[in-house]
């Protein structure tokens, strides 16, 4: 699902190179929104929101014995200009307040799949930034400067909790994969008109009620290596929400589903086949894959070097004991893996 934004581009290649020339700047690309079309399988033609409430629990997995909404929202992000400066609310916050846009918080994650020289997001703020000086910020409109600045690079990964503030910059693709959710309060817009010439609304209040000022700040996370023999795999970001894995795939890789959870496999670089059950279908570049938890064994089949991320809802304690297992210290997995 293409989504229109006043600070999006009007070519989106290469992740989309049919995507160019287009008559109005796309900042959001939706790839598992409920208003997604299923495009391949038993459920195609459906949107996935229907398709989610159909699924038998094989696919689901054991931890959705009830569907619910569904879990995870993975999109791209394409900036020509900055973003607002903007935060999300967590859970108990949404469910008292936010009940009318869903009534779930926002903590997300970013993978940077392309960026320009001096491309940068700003995540968190410095430590003498506190309430006062925030709001004192608003009013000057020097808010950047009490914010920590983050040079971004591809292959970059950031974790932003719900209740921090923060913003994107221009020259960059990024992944994002967060709780389902699309619950912002924006602070700052750069004095930004709409398509009818009106400032877009603030939030300044909520905003001010969710930020949590003084706590340590995230941003730009260490992966933790996982045992492959056909790839180079990395665990990018776990939380309650989601845990995100980066693989680039040279050669033909054979890897089981598992009865838990389903999975998303996102492509960013490169095309080639997917193999299970005697059955096969293309992959390539832009795509969500759902990979359903009883699968079993299904193998990727690159035809060219491939870039994916998969993601999925974890048992975080799990996922905890078995990097400890793997001889990976607690301050380590720390860096990765956020209550």
Request: proline residues 8%; aromatic residues 10%; neutral net charge.
């Amino acid at each position: 699902m293409f989504v229109p934004r006043i600070w999006g581009m009007r070519s989106l290649a290469p992740l989309f190179p049919e995507k160019t020339n287009l008559p109005e700047p796309i900042g959001e690309v939706w790839l598992t929104g409920v208003d997604c079309k299923v495009a391949t399988g038993p459920f195609a033609g459906k949107t996935l929101g229907e398709a989610w409430r159909e699924m038998p629990v094989e696919w689901r997995g054991r931890r959705f014995t009830e569907p619910g909404d569904f879990p995870i929202l993975v999109k791209f992000i394409f900036p020509k200009d900055k973003l607002s400066i903007q935060v999300h609310p967590d859970d108990a916050y949404a469910a008292a307040h936010g009940q009318a846009a869903g009534g779930r918080g926002k903590t997300e994650m970013w993978h940077a799949i392309l960026a320009e020289p001096g491309a940068h997001v700003l995540i968190g703020l410095v430590p003498k930034a506190n309430r006062e000086k925030f709001v004192k910020a608003i009013e000057t409109q020097t808010l950047e400067e009490i914010f920590v600045h983050w040079r971004v690079q591809p292959g970059d990964t950031f974790f932003v909790p719900a209740g921090t503030p923060h913003t994107i910059g221009p020259g960059m693709v990024l992944c994002e994969i967060q709780e389902y959710s699309d619950l912002t309060y924006r602070i700052y817009d750069y004095g930004r008109v709409d398509a009818h010439g009106k400032l877009r609304e603030l939030h300044i209040q909520k905003a001010l009620d969710v930020i949590q000022f003084g706590r340590p700040i995230l941003g730009k996370v260490s992966r933790l290596p996982l045992p492959s023999h056909e790839s180079r795999n990395d665990l990018l970001a776990a939380c309650p929400y989601f845990a995100t894995e980066r693989w680039r795939i040279m050669t033909p890789v054979e890897t089981p589903s598992n009865p838990e959870h389903f999975d998303l496999l996102v492509i960013l670089a490169g095309g080639g086949d997917f193999a299970w059950s005697n059955q096969s279908a293309r992959y390539q570049c832009g795509e969500c894959w759902l990979i359903p938890a009883r699968l079993g064994k299904f193998a990727l089949n690159p035809a060219e070097p491939t870039k994916v991320l998969r993601t999925y809802v974890p048992d975080l304690a799990a996922l905890r004991a078995r990097f400890k297992q793997d001889s990976h210290s607690w301050c380590e997995i720390e860096r990765t893996v956020f209550e």
